[in-house]
């Protein structure tokens, strides 16, 4: 894990010491370092929302129905095929959950792009991040569950097909379900970790065209686990909503 203190997050624990360290100090965790509470991944989080929030915002007046521009048509196709995988995986109510896909995906592939940027470095790249993600998307679909079915009838997933099945699968469900967060941490950041470090070996071998390659195939792969995580909350949420017996 890169130890390096980037210069965003020295401008941070210069000016905004003060305000990160009583947060902290507020949820019972204070700072190894008092002089420096702010870590890298937790400015390149606040990087990424700031960055979506000035694309959308660029965006939202140049939106037109006669004369689309680029940027419009590439968040079209992205909506477009969002909704479709929602659809396909979820159902024909795939739509009321869209809003919360769209927002996992972008913010996990913006994530994912932020390290190709100079002096910046991936967020996805940290274990807590990914963590992060991996957990709302567990909340999100046990809620959806719950809300969907009602909290006795989302606990009846946990039971199997049959009731005389409960005492084997409700331990086999449970424990399913717990490593669901793990699996979606360790496969997004071992990812962005691997990528980042093979980009950086080859920068400081050969500093032409060789880094190049890897950084297109970090762009590659920043979508496809961008990609991967979405589908894989589409098919918990879809799991936790279904109404079939």
């Keep these: ?97 869209l809003h919360v896909f769209g927002t996992i995906f972008l913010f996990v592939l913006f994530a994912n792009l932020l390290g190709i940027i100079p002096l910046f470095e991936s967020p996805t790249m940290f274990p807590q991040v990914p963590l992060g993600i991996a957990l709302l998307a567990f909340l999100y679909y046990n809620l959806m569950g719950a809300s969907a079915q009602g909290v006795l009838g989302h606990m009846k997933h946990f039971c199997g097909p049959v009731w005389y099945l409960s005492p084997l699968m409700i331990p086999i469900e449970i424990v399913s379900h717990l490593a669901r967060p793990l699996s979606l941490t360790i496969r997004l950041y071992a990812n962005m970790y691997a990528g980042e470090q093979v980009t950086i070996v080859f920068l400081g071998l050969v500093p032409l065209v060789i880094p190049a390659i890897f950084m297109g195939l970090h762009i590659f792969v920043a979508f496809l686990q961008a990609y991967i995580f979405v589908l894989l909350t589409m098919v918990y949420v879809s799991e936790a909503v279904a109404h079939e017996h």
């Design 1 to 97: 894990m890169p130890e390096h203190e980037l210069y965003i997050t020295q401008l941070f624990n210069q000016f905004l010491a003060g305000p990160a360290n009583a947060v902290l100090t507020l949820v019972n965790h204070p700072a190894a370092d008092p002089a420096k509470p702010w870590a890298n991944w937790m400015t390149m989080q606040i990087m990424v929302v700031l960055i979506m929030m000035a694309v959308f915002a660029i965006l939202r007046p140049r939106i037109k129905v006669e004369e689309p521009g680029n940027m419009q048509h590439i968040f079209e196709v992205l909506y477009n095929f969002l909704r479709g995988q929602s659809d396909e995986i979820v159902g024909h109510h795939g739509a009321r959950y």
